[in-house]
């Protein structure tokens, strides 16, 4: 039971990144794609209607993280004390820089928030992928579960790290060229030239950038975290998450040359998805590793909830994924297509 | 430690009150609304579109403000009280993950829908794109008062022998006793506020002359909603409530009413502070064995007095309480009487010519919210001390590892940034309503 709610949260998490990972990645983009008032507007418009449902998977996440692994939220959340808030404090500029800015009709207004929400974006991509990376390197748990980490201590790689070091900030790169490259696919494949050939180029860039950022990455996990290999000998079908990785990235490159919007929008999903999955396979069972002693790290089985409500979750939970697709489903068919113009009151 | 617990308790009230102003106009507007959509639906007069489409967008800027300003009441579950979410995230766990999966994704898509789509859903789309909007409103406002009904009246958990909480009920979580009448309370309380908020909007457009025909249509639709909201909120919703406090709650329900004694044929105070020096209200301002009579329906009732209760057990700060408590009663009993002259004269068609009922209409908006705001803060200062009533006190529940320097480091973000948030909102609220509706093509 617990480690079908550790893969349904780690479903949940992926889903977050993938879509809410197409606004931040846009975000990143936002002024080299866009060139011009008019145009910023539609890369605008290429996510309003959506933005807003996307985040909801990570309140939805971390609900479930809540209900599922109390003592992991308990602990990561009072842990992990002071970047969460600085995340919090950008979800809401990047929110604003996009509400707010269709507001006013002033330029200086307008520019302001377009450089919030690019700001934001940029800002948030990085701590995503920091926060990633400690996970993945590990946090100085005590014997009761609990920790705090301070923004920074010496930024190497010792037991008592902050939340940034080398490693850490090097993830936050690995996540900022990965969402580059996704937001790219995503603004190719909802706008019309000439956003969408230099979103194309801005695409072919940042892959070269997740190719060395992420060998470098795995690399580092390598050095620092070995073990993270051994589910991997222990279940060899555990490949199939790096395998479809790979074969996502060889896809943001192909379908970039080919033009393929939409394929090359799938390959970058397919990339995100698989590497998430292959991180977590890895973890599994630890859910936050301790970096004091290995006997203090969170696992499934000492953070889960009970297993009555952790049964009657499932129920509530397949039901509610229902209609949580029949949602999405509805929303982007109803917004499918390329944006052409944008009316001043932002499309309303 | 006591610095640590202040500045938490100091930044969940603050960031919890200043998020409460935004959702508590979404879940009453949503209805209105719907209304709206609704008569448009059935009329096909253009004036009630518009008028949605006016509300619709002063929805969306409190819609966007309730999501930004909602995300960290979520967060501070675990950020500030680690200690609290070990222990009952096993239950209260249950209520928050399905707002996510039943509120939130519903809300934030359909809002999009609602406000992007009118032209591609048509007007029976675009009326259900309403209807879907107010429905996750409404339920997510339900989780989270299961929450708190959880937290004030604990029922369907177990312990184990870690010492943690855990649900053995699930119908028993969602149909605690305690909710039925916490959750209409709130929910009404709510359409009191959308009410006063669409007349003021309505009264100004009246007296301006600056949309009249418009602020008209505002007062059909916030006249009517008023007087209900205001009638049931008292009736039987808050009746039942304090009834429900009396008997779950007693030593909160005696320093909510200011009672010290016990006694029968207990009285009601009206106006009074009190002292919790001589433990006695000063210059009361009440009427005799009323509060017997309201709680139990005798007049010779015996209700229980704060001084039979051990200290320990008293409610933290009572004069605050009680104020709370007063002034939402207080604020009630007007808003019954403004909406009860509004609505007469709306019926015989003298609104528009009763210029003072208008001024009145105008500038009492913001009353609702104090009200609802006292409300909230009568609910959370009465359970006090604890946190998880009889279960955990709230100085066993903050988080032991964030130290109380870094709590006031994100304490001071919050107000700079809610600094900002509101000024911006108040900007863009009056900007919207110094444009007006705008008449759709056509009418």
């Given at each position: 039971m617990e480690t079908l709610w550790f893969a349904l949260v780690a479903f949940m998490l992926a889903m977050y990144v993938i879509l809410d990972g197409f606004d931040l990645g846009t975000g990143i983009i936002h002024f080299l794609a866009a060139r011009n008032p008019e145009e910023r507007n539609i890369l605008l418009r290429a996510i309003g209607p959506v933005w807003d449902?996307?985040?909801?998977?990570?309140?939805?996440?971390?609900?479930?993280?809540?209900?599922?692994f109390p003592l992991l939220y308990a602990s990561s959340f009072s842990g992990f004390y002071l970047p969460l808030m600085i995340v919090l404090w950008l979800l809401m500029l990047r929110g604003l820089g996009i509400?707010?800015?269709?507001?006013?009709?002033?330029p200086l207004w307008k520019s302001f928030w377009h450089i919030v929400f690019s700001f934001a974006s940029i800002l948030l991509t990085i701590f995503f992928g920091a926060a990633l990376g400690n996970v993945v390197r590990g946090v100085p748990l005590n014997a009761d579960g609990y920790f705090f980490e301070p923004l920074w201590t010496t930024f190497t790689v010792v037991p008592e790290a902050g939340i940034l070091d080398w490693f850490t900030v090097l993830m936050g790169l690995v996540a900022f060229f990965v969402l580059a490259n996704h937001g790219s696919n995503y603004i190719a494949l909802k706008t019309l030239d000439p956003i969408r050939t230099r979103a194309h180029t801005l695409a072919r860039g940042s892959w070269w950038g997740v190719v060395l950022t992420s060998v470098a990455a795995l690399a580092a996990t390598w050095s620092i975290h070995p073990e993270i290999w051994d589910n991997y000998s222990s279940f060899v079908w555990g490949w199939i998450f790096p395998a479809a990785g790979v074969a996502g990235l060889f896809g943001m490159w192909y379908f970039n040359r080919t033009q393929e919007d939409l394929?090359?929008?799938?390959?970058?999903?397919?990339?995100?998805?698989?590497?998430?999955?292959?991180?977590?396979?890895?973890?599994y069972p630890k859910v936050l590793p301790a970096s004091t002693n290995p006997a203090y790290s969170l696992t499934v089985y000492n953070t889960r909830a009970q297993e009555y409500g952790l049964q009657v979750g499932l129920t509530w939970w397949l039901i509610g994924i229902v209609f949580v697709a029949g949602y999405f489903f509805y929303v982007y068919r109803t917004f499918r297509g390329r944006i052409t113009v944008v009316t001043e009151d932002g499309g309303y | 430690m006591e610095d640590a617990l202040l500045i938490n308790r100091l930044q969940f009230a603050f960031t919890i009150m200043f998020h409460y102003l935004f959702p508590q106009l979404t879940m009453g507007l949503g209805?209105?609304?719907?209304?709206?959509?609704?008569?448009?639906?059935?009329?096909?007069?253009?004036?009630?579109?518009?008028?949605?489409?006016?509300?619709?967008?002063?929805?969306?800027?409190?819609?966007?403000?309730?999501?930004?300003?909602?995300?960290?009441?979520?967060?501070?579950?675990?950020?500030?009280?680690?200690?609290?979410?070990?222990?009952?995230?096993?239950?209260?766990?249950?209520?928050?993950?399905?707002?996510?999966?039943?509120?939130?994704?519903?809300?934030?898509?359909?809002?999009?829908?609602?406000?992007f789509g009118e032209k591609k859903l048509g007007p029976k789309g675009h009326f259900a794109?309403?209807?879907?909007?107010?429905?996750?409103?409404?339920?997510?406002?339900?989780?989270?008062?299961?929450?708190?009904?959880?937290?004030?009246?604990p029922v369907a958990y177990t312990v184990a022998a870690d010492g943690t909480v855990h649900l053995n009920d699930f119908w028993g979580l969602l149909l605690n006793p305690w909710l039925l009448w916490q959750y209409t309370h709130t929910m009404i309380g709510s359409v009191i506020t959308a009410a006063f908020v669409v007349c003021a909007v309505g009264?100004?457009?009246?007296?301006?002359?600056?949309?009249?025909?418009?602020?008209?249509?505002?007062?059909?639709?916030?006249?009517?909603?008023?007087?209900?909201?205001?009638?049931?909120?008292?009736?039987?919703?808050?009746?039942?409530?304090?009834?429900?406090?009396?008997?779950?709650?007693?030593?909160?329900?005696?320093?909510?009413?200011?009672?010290?004694?016990?006694?029968?044929?207990?009285?009601?105070?009206?106006?009074?502070?009190?002292d919790m020096e001589k433990l006695a209200i000063d210059n009361p301002l009440h009427i005799p064995k009323l509060l017997s009579f309201l709680t139990h329906y005798r007049w010779e009732a015996e209700i229980h007095g704060l001084k039979e209760f051990d200290r320990s057990l008293w409610p933290t700060n009572i004069p605050l309480l009680y104020y709370s408590y007063h002034v939402m009663v207080g604020l009630g009993t007007i808003f019954i009487v403004v909406m009860v002259t509004s609505f007469y004269a709306l019926k015989r068609n003298t609104l528009p010519s009763l210029r003072w009922l208008l001024w009145i209409l105008?500038?009492?908006?913001?009353?609702?919210?104090?009200?609802?705001?006292?409300?909230?803060?009568?609910?959370?200062?009465?359970?006090?001390?604890?946190?998880?009533?009889?279960?955990?006190?709230?100085?066993d529940g903050t988080s032991t590892t964030v130290s109380a320097g870094n709590s006031l480091f994100t304490l001071l973000g919050f107000i700079g940034m809610y600094f900002v948030l509101g000024t911006l909102f108040v900007l863009l609220v009056l900007k919207r309503i110094n444009t007006g509706p705008v008449a759709v093509e056509g009418s």
């Open positions: 449902g996307n985040e909801v998977w990570l309140l939805a996440a971390g609900g479930t993280l809540y209900f599922a509400e707010f800015q269709h507001q006013v009709h002033n394929k090359a929008f799938l390959s970058s999903s397919l990339f995100i998805a698989g590497m998430l999955a292959a991180t977590a396979f890895g973890l | 209805l209105l609304l719907v209304l709206m959509k609704g008569a448009f639906l059935k009329t096909g007069n253009n004036r009630y579109n518009e008028a949605a489409r006016f509300w619709g967008k002063i929805f969306a800027v409190n819609f966007a403000l309730g999501v930004v300003t909602g995300i960290p009441m979520e967060f501070q579950f675990g950020t500030n009280w680690a200690r609290f979410s070990t222990f009952a995230g096993g239950v209260i766990g249950q209520t928050l993950a399905m707002e996510g999966m039943f509120a939130f994704f519903l809300e934030s898509s359909f809002l999009g829908l609602f406000l794109a309403a209807l879907a909007v107010f429905a996750g409103s409404w339920i997510s406002g339900y989780f989270i008062v299961a929450t708190n009904a959880w937290m004030q009246n009264a100004y457009y009246i007296l301006s002359g600056k949309h009249p025909e418009h602020g008209m249509v505002f007062m059909r639709f916030g006249v009517p909603a008023g007087l209900i909201a205001s009638v049931l909120v008292a009736f039987p919703t808050g009746d039942a409530h304090a009834r429900m406090v009396a008997e779950k709650q007693p030593v909160t329900f005696a320093a909510m009413e200011g009672l010290f004694e016990t006694k029968e044929g207990a009285e009601l105070v009206f106006i009074g502070q009190p105008m500038l009492a908006f913001p009353f609702p919210y104090i009200a609802n705001t006292a409300g909230w803060m009568t609910a959370e200062l009465g359970r006090q001390p604890w946190l998880v009533y009889g279960l955990m006190r709230t100085v």
